[in-house]
């Protein structure tokens, strides 16, 4: 599990900065787009298509009305993150891994000092087995520059108990006196959530086919063990980029010749790390001290460990009471992630059968009003109350419904969270 010589950074500014070279060698950037559709004819995609904009919250088409349009391309290299639309349904087209993809939520801030951090400017810390030892995960500190600190909590979403709220466990986490103490004096200024896919090497769908490529967590490119996600996202993108260059070339983006990409992963260590890998997440099925046990040997048992999907693990008796840890709370979290949504738009978000929730509140506690760390759903008598305006894109809500019975669709482009320092 030890790897050195890494940096923190942030994400957002990342992206910036990646941006601008692309730019200057001559990459088009087009923003304020979303994508609803991949394009496939014969098996092969052939690119994608936008979503409508300008459409009241009835569907009915306002004045600035634009068709959403049709983008084709011979090769589309998806990078929708996890459990992205366009993803998701290129999963369908090429096929799953032996086990069901499952995923922890991670929940995020960045914590600003009036003076030099008390936590330090080259540091970073670990935990495990709070504020839940029953839920897989463990949460961080990482020094941002030598005013600043980045903390955050992560947690496997295949926890029981219904009614637990990610966003206040992030609360009690951070209240906890070794965490506070490292922070003190701390504002929070900046805040985030998102999920990861964990399932690794035996959750892998098809990486490729004819006309398509998929890289990064849409890939489902983690590895736990070794905490690398970002670092394969970015190799992956290489890969991704170095194969359609190729294929270019020789014209032809057929799924032969765009299976090069799997070699190219292989090349630079990706699918041998996930493979030592491959029962790592599978080990904590059965709790904290026995996983911690069981990871150090999953490398060498001859047998795949099996997962459920993480909706399959809600159960009624799951429930415990936690007291209010304080701190923020959902309304400032949500602020803190600049989200925003137009007011007046259809929502992204529905209910494929509004009586399906009503047995699942009774049942269950309402898990949706509690997983969602962006308040998004409010338990009512007539079932959850929806306020997409809040929502983080963080697809929890497709994962963690124990009935599978939401549909998150992307909202009008350029709308969502705008991180500037996550």
């Known amino acids: 599990m030890r790897h050195g010589g890494d940096v923190a950074v942030s994400v957002s500014r990342l992206v910036d900065f990646l941006s601008g070279h692309a730019e200057r060698l001559g990459a088009e950037l087009h923003h304020g787009f979303s994508v609803r559709e991949l394009l496939v004819r014969d098996g092969a995609v052939t690119g994608v298509r936008l979503g409508d904009v300008g459409r009241d919250r009835d569907g009915r088409p306002k004045p600035n009305y634009r068709r959403g349009e ?37 929940i995020k801030a960045v914590v600003q000092f009036p003076g030099p951090s008390p936590f330090g400017s080259r540091r970073a810390v670990h935990t495990i087995g709070y504020p839940d030892p029953g839920v897989f ?43 506070a103490g490292l922070l003190r004096d701390g504002v929070a200024v900046a805040a985030g959530a998102r999920t990861i896919p964990e399932g690794g090497y035996f959750a892998l769908n098809r990486l490729s086919a004819a006309g398509a490529l998929v890289a990064g967590d849409a890939a489902g490119l983690v590895n736990v063990e070794k905490l690398k996600g970002l670092h394969y996202a970015v190799r992956s993108g290489i890969c991704a980029a170095d194969t359609a260059w190729e294929a270019l070339e020789r014209n032809d983006v057929g799924a032969a010749a765009l ?74 979290f949500v602020a803190l992630s600049g989200s925003s949504h137009r007011e ?37 008598d007539g079932g959850p109350v929806l306020s997409p305006s809040n929502c983080l894109h963080c697809m929890t809500c497709m994962v963690k419904c124990p009935r599978d019975n939401i549909r998150w669709l992307p909202p009008e482009g350029g709308e969502g969270p705008r991180y500037r320092q996550l």
């Not at 209910?351 to 506690?365: K, N, Q, T, V």
């Open 137 to 179: 995960g463990g949460g961080f500190v990482y020094s941002m520059g030598e005013k600043a600190a980045a903390v955050g909590l992560i947690l496997g979403l295949d926890w029981r108990d219904g009614e637990l709220s990610p966003q206040r466990e992030f609360e009690a986490f951070r209240a906890h006196p070794f965490v």
């Open 259 to 332: 299976a090069t990409y799997r070699d190219r992963l292989a090349a630079r260590g990706i699918l041998d790390e996930l493979r030592h890998a491959r029962n790592f997440r599978q080990s904590f099925r059965w709790g904290l001290p026995a996983g911690v046990a069981l990871s150090i040997l999953q490398s060498h048992l001859p047998v795949r460990l099996g997962m459920a999907e993480d909706r399959r693990a809600t159960r009624p008796d799951g429930r415990h009471p936690r007291p209010d840890p304080g701190g923020m709370d959902a309304a400032t």
């Open 70 to 106: 049709t983008v084709r391309a011979r090769i589309t290299i998806i990078a929708d993150g996890t459990r992205g639309v366009l993803s998701t349904q290129f999963a369908g087209l090429a096929g799953g891994g032996a086990n069901p993809q499952v995923y922890s939520l991670g």
């Open 344 to 380: 007046d738009e259809p929502s992204h978000i529905a209910l494929i059968d509004p009586a399906r929730c009503l047995g699942c509140s009774e049942a269950l506690g309402a898990p949706c009003a509690h997983f969602c760390p962006g308040a998004v759903y409010r338990a009512a």
